[in-house]
């Protein structure tokens, strides 16, 4: 079976199926094409995709989108990757809404590197449901997988996302000066990180 070896000499297994995590008020669980309608309320929205590489789709092409990337539920390779949805519990336990999902990618499986990716419905910003969700992505790639280190990539123009990274203890890495053509004018990268020794030892 392989494995992913970090610095540190931990290892965690791949082949990984992703399962259901609970938080405090999300059920974080792989994105299924049922989940399209609630999807496409985001996918919709400019202000949504604006940052991300993802045109504004209608409800056909969001169903699409989403019964593509519900097929993201097992890590083994370099490029592998999981899609959660994340699922607002009611407070008598019911299912909610898909309230935004994240992206977790195994970028190097020598090296331990993976990437992170989130998107939420702006009707439930502003409340740590993307900080409490990427937390537990988070524990994930630093605990079952053995991530040595996990890796965000936004426009800095996206201040929400790098809030958000900032609050998660990312540190900024890396800064490209109009590395990418996009959606119609030159961009710029940053690339926030943090390390399994980072995440251990927060306060
Ligand atoms: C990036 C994105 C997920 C961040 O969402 P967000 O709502 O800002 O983040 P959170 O859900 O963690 O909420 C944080 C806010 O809630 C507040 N908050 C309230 N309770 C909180 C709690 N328990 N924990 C953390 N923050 C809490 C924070 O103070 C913060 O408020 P502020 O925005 O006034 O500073 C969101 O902007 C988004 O979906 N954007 C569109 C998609 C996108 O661009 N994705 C990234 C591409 S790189």
Not at 27 to 33: Q, Y
Not at 49 to 70: D, F, G, I, M
Not at 79 to 90: N, Q, T, Y
Not at 183 to 197: C, H, Y
Request: charged letters at 25%; aromatic letters at 8%; proline letters at 5%.
């Amino acid at each position: 079976m392989a494995r992913i070896v970090t610095g540190a000499g931990t290892s965690a297994t791949v082949p990984f199926d992703a399962h259901p995590i609970h938080t405090e008020r999300l059920l974080l669980r792989p994105l299924t094409e049922d989940d399209a309608d609630d999807v496409a309320a985001y996918q919709a929205r400019p202000d949504v995709v604006r940052y991300l590489p993802w045109p504004e789709r209608n409800a056909a092409e969001s169903r699409e989108h989403t019964r593509k990337r519900a097929a993201f539920t097992h890590l083994a390779d370099d490029g592998d990757g999981l899609i959660l949805a994340a699922e607002l519990v009611g407070a008598d336990g019911a299912p909610g809404p898909v309230i935004g999902d994240l992206s977790v990618f195994l970028k190097d499986r020598e090296n331990a590197q993976i990437a992170l990716g989130w998107v939420f419905h702006p009707d439930w910003h502003g409340q740590g449901f993307a900080t409490e969700a990427a937390t537990a992505v988070l524990d994930l790639a630093f605990g079952e997988l053995g991530a040595h280190r996990v890796f965000a990539e936004l426009d800095p123009r996206n201040e929400a996302s790098v809030a958000l990274c900032l609050r998660l203890g990312m540190r900024l890495e890396a800064h490209f000066v109009e590395s990418e053509f996009f959606k119609g004018e030159w961009s710029d990268l940053q690339v926030f990180a943090i390390l399994a020794r980072d995440w251990t030892t927060r306060s």
